[in-house]
């Protein structure tokens, strides 16, 4: 499957004993020393000999969600390299850029569920959590980022035991990226929901995934430029007669019978939420697309839609992420 990575993971410097009640002052120690970027977060006190399950099991589902790292002071330690690695300059900016991002961000959101998940069930390995590190305008280049993450009773210097979480901020390897870059491909060509990323700003398709293409054609501007030579960019000419998608924002054209609802559709999604909606296919150059018919045999069609918004690693710009599954055509007479 490939090495995921080259350096030091703090979880083979533990002792096996160790790993069921861990030390704030150890990991600190051990962060230092082999210079690993480590987050370590405590989120509440446990009684003498409670165990996180047991914990968890004792409170409501409502109680557990007040808790987790979006809580600014659940965040106990950032080491020297995390501090580095995430551009931060202290543990009190790390608490509060990182608890917004916890609480505003899609995918750290579902990695809390994760865990919470495996701490339910007793459950203490270590699972990989890939994400994407930004770079900037100014030259830094997106990273491939690995966190290594699982749920332990993390003892203070108090002596206090607490539910907590240990998480190591790596690199991958090569070897690594490479294996999962097969992997994600696959998961997004057999996927059958059409995704769909649209530019936020402009409403141009940037790129299709295999389902997406079959619903409605190629528009996707990356899927295009992939298939030409740097000498020859392709201009995406319409033939005379045929409708495309050029002056139309995709999200004017899917929620053309839904207007209504764009507003909530961005305000959810500024949060760092998902919108989701059953929305008809009604805007005539959609449905010339998708090979609707239209009077005398109309095809009434509804998609689940589900939207989110992120930004393409490469060009920075902020992108929609659509996810589009048919439910029901009819063939209707008008």
């Excluded at 210097?157 to 994600?184: K, N, P, T, Y």
């Excluded at 409605?216 to 995406?236: D, I, P």
């Excluded at 998708?290 to 009434?300: I, K």
Aim: hydrophobic residues 35%; contains cysteine.
């Amino acid at each position: 499957m490939g090495s995921l990575v080259e350096e030091l993971i703090l979880h083979d410097l533990l002792e096996e004993e160790e790993l069921e009640e861990l030390k704030l002052s150890r990991l600190v120690d051990l962060s230092s020393e082999h210079d690993i970027g480590l987050l370590v977060y405590c989120f509440c006190a446990l009684k003498p000999g409670e165990s996180i399950r047991q914990y968890l099991s004792s409170v409501t589902s409502s109680k557990r969600s007040q808790l987790g790292p979006c809580r600014r002071e659940s965040l106990v330690h950032l080491s020297p390299r995390a501090l580095k690695d995430l551009n931060l300059s202290s543990l009190e900016e790390g608490q509060e850029k990182l608890s917004k991002w916890w609480d505003g961000v899609a995918m750290l959101r579902q990695e809390w569920q994760t865990h919470l998940r495996s701490a339910q069930r007793g459950d203490f390995q270590p699972f990989v959590f890939r994400a994407v590190l930004f770079g900037d305008k100014e030259g830094d280049a997106t990273q491939a980022w690995n966190l290594i993450n699982w749920p332990a009773v993390i003892i203070d210097e108090h002596g206090v035991r607490h539910w907590g979480m240990v998480r190591q901020g790596i690199r991958a390897s090569g070897d690594f990226l490479q294996c999962w870059a097969l992997r994600d491909l696959l998961a997004i060509k057999h996927t059958t929901a059409g995704i769909t990323v649209v530019s936020v700003e402009s409403g141009c398709v940037m790129w299709q995934n295999a389902a997406s293409m079959a619903m409605m054609g190629c528009h996707g501007s990356l899927n295009s430029e992939a298939g030409v030579s740097s000498r020859r960019k392709r201009q995406n000419k319409i033939q005379k007669g045929e409708q495309g998608l050029q002056g139309h924002h995709y999200l004017d054209l899917l929620f053309y019978a839904h207007k209504e609802d764009l507003p909530d559709l961005n305000a959810t999604v500024q949060r760092g939420g998902t919108f989701c909606k059953r929305v008809e296919i009604t805007h005539p150059v959609l449905r010339y697309l998708m090979g609707l018919g239209d009077s005398p045999h109309f095809e009434e069609a509804h998609h689940d839609v589900e939207v989110t918004v992120s930004r393409d690693p490469v060009t920075l710009e902020r992108a929609y992420t659509i996810s589009q599954a048919g439910y029901e055509l009819n063939r209707m007479q008008k």
